[in-house]
């Protein structure tokens, strides 16, 4: 099984936070960061990305009615 590991760039934080998954992050999709919910906004990836690191994901609150 694949595996692919995401820099996710919480607001507010200057680090990003690591995350591994089997599949490809995509946008609009809910992911779980430390046990909270978060709605993925934007994924960028590109050549310069550290080995091993699929792409950049940033992220902001889920919008609950």
Sequence with gaps: MAEFLW?????GEDL???????YVLSEGEQ????GRAWL???????ETMPDGVSGLVFVVTPHEP
């Design 7 to 11: 820099d996710v760039q919480l607001p």
């Design 16 to 22: 990003p936070r690591r995350l591994s998954t089997d």
């Design 31 to 34: 992911i779980t960061v430390d």
């Design 40 to 46: 993925v906004e934007r994924v960028a990836t590109d």
